[in-house]
């Protein structure tokens, strides 16, 4: 786990060569470690290892869609995973789109935090439309421009 430092690209680079050692990890915690100046593509091929990974944080980094793109395919591997925290990043409306068409391959996932992303009306119609998809997904939001009408629908999934 790596909490609250900035990683130097050497340190990046080492975080990602051992995640294919730690096959076993159940939670990764990546926040505020400036993960969004790094090439995600070694990040996303190390995440792939990760089968047995419940909960994956990877909050306050500068996260675009652009980097979400990179990581979407390791998705299918890590089908175990219960909780995506990607709080205070810039996934805006694209980055929401693009979570909309993986999440289907994360048949566990109870617990999507996509807070203070700059996601508005397109964002918000991806998001709603993951809930519909996924029942007993719970999606927290707050922080970005959505109605509080369609945020309290995100946050009390349909069982």
């Known amino acids: 786990m790596v909490w609250k430092t900035k990683l130097s690209q050497s340190g990046f680079e080492f975080v990602c060569s051992y995640l294919s050692i730690f096959s ?16 995600m593509s070694l990040f996303a091929d190390g995440l792939k290892h990760l089968e047995g990974l ?24 890590l089908d175990s995973l219960t909780q995506i925290n990607l709080d205070e ?4 409306d694209q980055g929401c789109l693009l979570l909309q068409s993986s999440i289907g391959s994360l048949p566990k996932l109870n617990m999507l ?28 939001a707050d922080g970005n421009d959505i109605e509080v009408n369609d945020l309290e629908r995100l946050k009390s999934a349909a069982n």
């Open 89 to 92: 990043n810039k996934l805006g």
């Open 113 to 140: 935090g996509v807070r203070y992303n700059l996601i508005f009306g397109q964002g918000v119609k991806s998001l709603l439309a993951i809930v519909a998809m996924q029942k007993g997904l719970k999606i927290f």
């Open 54 to 77: 419940n909960v994956l944080n990877l909050a306050v980094n500068d996260l675009t869609a652009d980097h979400i793109e990179l990581i979407i395919p390791a998705f299918t591997q």
């Open 24 to 39: 076993r990890l159940t939670t990764l915690t990546l926040e505020d470690i400036g993960l969004g100046r790094h090439k």
